[in-house]
């Protein structure tokens, strides 16, 4: 037989203030054996409020902040290492570069994205304390955007923004809009400098593709690549025929006001060999991290790659000349279509006595660790969600309508995510670089199969009192 109810006991449905003095303790001690449970006494609870999705990097670390239509936008970033030089020259260069209204193929919105250092360095030197960044927003048009607040723009995060947080900044996309994306390129510069002055990395990034206009893998010698090259045409491909082809291609959508996607490929020169934390931090799983968190990524691949055709690579050797880690191609086949025995990089001795490897399918990356090769990976972008074209969507009152948007957008974000893309490599050899160096070289290395941070660099570029 059931026990008799007590009048300890809480009737299913009853309001928890029903509960009697003593609340569940005393429910517990009067409730059956069978179902009486302990609840220990609780201490005071210590509530944190974490900045979710906000911040990158666990050493070196960036806080983004700011909206398209808000004040202003910047970032905040940590550990940084002290006495490094730095101004806003620094940061402009690559500002500039990512900057909207910079030609006839980008957003027409007028922003000169002129930098401001806060806090963080003292007469030109890293303090080692937070460095803020702040750039301005000058040329806010809010009123483009009232349909917006109540139309969701199709493949745009405004019905997302809904759902998950039952509030969003209306004009521009707010957080995000690519907008955002100032303050990583400005941390980015800060860690290109440092990886630079450090182990001489150099990281550059090329569009490679638009819409249907694909540039040939062999068209581009990764390690004779230049920044001037990429820089000499509008949309940043460093092959001038390929390039035309690609500005057409965004002024036919354009003046139709329509938009296209494309693919960004970035290489990284001279990275040190042992970045990268197996096995939830593989090098490459923070590459493909950084750059999914891009504005209008869509897919990321390194090395060998997985789909359509990709790089099967080996080194050029120069008559007369030492082997270098210039890569030729000598096939092109889909990565996954190999077998093992096609695809493995096999390993060599070089001149200077280095391990080395003959290919590269591996993008410069094995069991998630560099190798000491050059890195290349490459970044999809999808069409600009915002065109001027007529769309049906729904308003935040669940009706159907047609919808034409205005504001002024990128008929193809690619150009402009080159120094985005940049960045976020940056970003993250630069914070595994400080993991690697807090942990590995804490102690004396195994000099027999490890070598030091910048070994193989002429540290003297910071100067002898910085060195």
């Given at each position: 037989m059931a026990a008799a109810p007590t009048s300890h006991q809480l009737a299913a449905g009853a309001p928890w203030s029903s509960l009697p003095r003593g609340g569940f303790r005393a429910l517990t001690d009067s409730a059956p054996a069978s179902v009486r449970f302990s609840v220990g006494r609780r201490r005071a609870a210590r509530l944190e409020v974490k900045a979710a999705g906000n911040i990158f990097g666990d050493y070196f670390q960036v806080a983004t902040y700011g909206e398209s239509h808000g004040?202003?936008?910047?970032?905040?970033i940590s550990g940084c290492p002290p006495r490094i030089p730095l101004t806003e020259e620094d940061?402009?260069?690559?500002?500039?570069?990512?900057?909207?209204?910079?030609?006839?193929?980008?957003?027409?919105?007028?922003?000169?994205?002129?930098?401001?250092?806060?806090?963080?360095t003292y007469e030109g030197m890293t303090t080692g304390t937070p460095i803020h960044v702040l750039v301005p927003n000058t040329d806010q048009r809010g009123g483009d955007y009232t349909e917006m607040a109540k139309a969701y723009r199709p493949s745009h995060a405004d019905l997302?923004?809904?759902?998950?947080?039952?509030?969003?900044?209306?004009?521009?996309?707010?957080?995000?809009?690519?907008?955002?994306?100032?303050?990583?390129?400005?941390?980015?510069?800060?860690?290109?400098?440092?990886?630079?002055?450090?182990?001489g990395v150099e990281i550059l990034a090329f569009v490679s593709k638009v819409h249907q206009v694909v540039l040939p893998e062999d068209a581009v010698d990764y390690e004779a690549l230049t920044l001037d090259q990429i820089e000499s045409n509008i949309c940043r491909c460093p092959d001038p025929e390929y390039a035309q082809k690609m500005i057409d291609a965004i002024d036919k959508v354009r003046i139709n006001g329509n938009s296209i996607g494309g693919v960004v490929t970035c290489i990284a020169r001279n990275v040190p060999r042992g970045l990268?934390?197996?096995?939830?931090?593989?090098?490459?799983?923070?590459?493909?991290?950084?750059?999914?968190?891009?504005p209008a990524s869509k897919g990321?691949?390194?090395?060998?790659?997985?789909?359509?055709?990709?790089?099967?690579?080996?080194?050029?050797?120069?008559?007369?000349m030492p082997p270098t880690n210039r890569l030729t191609i000598s096939n092109l086949f889909p990565g996954t279509?190999?077998?093992?025995?096609?695809?493995?990089?096999?390993?060599?001795?070089?001149?200077?006595?280095?391990?080395?490897?003959?290919?590269?399918?591996?993008?410069?990356?094995?069991?998630?660790?560099?190798?000491?090769?050059?890195?290349?990976?490459?970044?999809?972008?999808?069409?600009?969600?915002?065109?001027?074209?007529?769309?049906?969507?729904?308003?935040?009152?669940?009706?159907?309508?047609?919808?034409?948007?205005?504001?002024?957008?990128?008929p193809c974000v690619v150009p402009r995510a080159v120094p985005m893309v940049e960045t976020m490599a940056a970003l993250v050899l630069m914070d595994q670089l400080m993991a690697h160096v807090a942990q590995c070289e804490m102690f004396p290395l195994n000099l027999a199969l490890q070598e030091p941070i910048g070994s193989t660099n002429s540290t003297p570029a910071l100067a002898p009192d910085l060195a």
């Amino acid at each position: 037989m059931a026990a008799a109810p007590t009048s300890h006991q809480l009737a299913a449905g009853a309001p928890w203030s029903s509960l009697p003095r003593g609340g569940f303790r005393a429910l517990t001690d009067s409730a059956p054996a069978s179902v009486r449970f302990s609840v220990g006494r609780r201490r005071a609870a210590r509530l944190e409020v974490k900045a979710a999705g906000n911040i990158f990097g666990d050493y070196f670390q960036v806080a983004t902040y700011g909206e398209s239509h808000g004040g202003g936008v910047g970032c905040v970033i940590s550990g940084c290492p002290p006495r490094i030089p730095l101004t806003e020259e620094d940061m402009q260069g690559d500002l500039d570069r990512r900057r909207p209204g910079q030609s006839r193929i980008t957003t027409p919105r007028k922003e000169t994205d002129t930098c401001k250092i806060l806090s963080g360095t003292y007469e030109g030197m890293t303090t080692g304390t937070p460095i803020h960044v702040l750039v301005p927003n000058t040329d806010q048009r809010g009123g483009d955007y009232t349909e917006m607040a109540k139309a969701y723009r199709p493949s745009h995060a405004d019905l997302t923004y809904d759902l998950k947080y039952g509030v969003r900044s209306v004009q521009g996309g707010g957080r995000s809009s690519a907008r955002e994306t100032i303050g990583r390129v400005a941390a980015g510069a800060v860690a290109k400098k440092i990886l630079k002055l450090k182990c001489g990395v150099e990281i550059l990034a090329f569009v490679s593709k638009v819409h249907q206009v694909v540039l040939p893998e062999d068209a581009v010698d990764y390690e004779a690549l230049t920044l001037d090259q990429i820089e000499s045409n509008i949309c940043r491909c460093p092959d001038p025929e390929y390039a035309q082809k690609m500005i057409d291609a965004i002024d036919k959508v354009r003046i139709n006001g329509n938009s296209i996607g494309g693919v960004v490929t970035c290489i990284a020169r001279n990275v040190p060999r042992g970045l990268g934390s197996p096995v939830f931090d593989k090098l490459e799983a923070l590459l493909a991290k950084a750059m999914l968190s891009l504005p209008a990524s869509k897919g990321f691949e390194i090395g060998s790659g997985f789909a359509g055709r990709k790089l099967v690579c080996t080194k050029l050797v120069v008559v007369g000349m030492p082997p270098t880690n210039r890569l030729t191609i000598s096939n092109l086949f889909p990565g996954t279509d190999l077998t093992g025995s096609e695809h493995n990089d096999e390993f060599y001795m070089d001149e200077a006595g280095n391990v080395r490897t003959r290919t590269n399918r591996s993008g410069g990356v094995q069991g998630g660790i560099s190798n000491g090769e050059t890195i290349y990976f490459k970044v999809a972008f999808k069409p600009t969600a915002t065109i001027g074209k007529k769309q049906n969507t729904v308003t935040r009152d669940h009706e159907d309508i047609e919808l034409l948007t205005r504001g002024r957008h990128d008929p193809c974000v690619v150009p402009r995510a080159v120094p985005m893309v940049e960045t976020m490599a940056a970003l993250v050899l630069m914070d595994q670089l400080m993991a690697h160096v807090a942990q590995c070289e804490m102690f004396p290395l195994n000099l027999a199969l490890q070598e030091p941070i910048g070994s193989t660099n002429s540290t003297p570029a910071l100067a002898p009192d910085l060195a």
